[in-house]
């Protein structure tokens, strides 16, 4: 039955190479989702959710309003987002009846937005990867005037950050930063914000020596997490930004799928929204050397074979050491997808072997009465 299954698996690898997962949404153009993952985990915590015909559109611009809304339930959840109002127009061209007028207000208020200088917000324009980056650091705890997301600069300043605390984490390609975010990016980088870790200032001061004051303000400073959710995405101490705002939110960031791939799985509670394979450090189609791996790897030194795992269609085969000379030693072959999975802070590798060659037809017959 096991290697039914395997070859269950293996056929499904071979029409799709994506992701078997547990989705936690099945929309309607699902197979055009490039980030899986992060629009069925967003989707599931209702942060993001499809249009009416079940379909998720990925590849549709984010806008500026839509954004506000998004930064919104992530922060207050959606049924308290849900009931925000705005008292006074926002700005002008968000009248207090405007669909987003209650998440733009909100975001305004908390410094997590700004408009243009005419006094506009153009709420339907899309909104490009610096500013939404700059909306999901303000989440995070980060003040805009205090770490320069103001003035001239504001982008570079933006980037580096984001960059830094891994907010375009996994995203195909280089961030472009200029260029409109699309709606399952945007679910990507809202993903990241999730995992990454909150910030806080002590409080500033104020000093007068005769005429001159002095402003004494203070870095941002990673929050420390003693409550009982620490570990619910990361038990390192620190306030990921959903161990505050999704308790019921849980990553096991050491499981494995079928094919016994690295992988994340997610849970609200105790119901899982899906098990996704970490994305592998190399692929190859063909068979690849032991001593390719090393180098591809950029190791100093071998790894042992005790440090090695292989699985051939989720089944355990014989490991290897690798080694730099080693090119006697092969993985894989023709037909085969080989990923190499490498955890540098205990130097071991997985290596996964996916069969996505059956056989070849070399002829056909008529199906009659009797034989099919």
Known sequence: MKKFLSLVLALVMTMSLVTVSAGAKDFTDSSKIQYAEAVDVMSA???????TDGSFNPS????????????CNLILGPTTASALVADAAPYKDVPTNH???GYIAYCQKTGIISGYADGTFKPANSLTGYAFMKMLLGALGYKADQEGYTGANWSIQVAKRALNVGLSDDLVGDFNGVKAVTREEACLYAFNTLKATMVEYEKN???TVGNITIKDTSDAKEMTNTAK????????????????????????????????????QWKIKSEEIGTYAKTPDLTYT??????????DLALGDAIEKKNVSVYVDG????????RKNDNDTKFG???VLTEVFYDKNDDSVVITEVMTYFGQINKTVKATSTAC
């Open 45 to 51: 915590v209702k942060v993001i959710d499809g249009y």
């Open 315 to 322: 089944e355990s085969a014989d490991a290897y050491a690798i």
């Open 60 to 71: 549709a611009t984010l806008t500026r309003g839509a954004a506000a809304k998004i930064i």
């Open 205 to 207: 001061s104020t000093v």
């Open 99 to 101: 669909t987003f007028a």
């Open 229 to 264: 959710t620490d570990g619910n995405i990361d038990k390192d101490g620190k306030m990921q930004f959903a161990e505050k705002y999704f308790t019921d939110l849980r990553l096991n960031d050491n499981a494995t799928d079928p094919f016994m791939r690295p992988a994340n």
């Open 286 to 295: 063909a068979d690849v050397k032991s001593s390719a791996i090393y180098k």
């Open 333 to 335: 072959g023709n037909g």
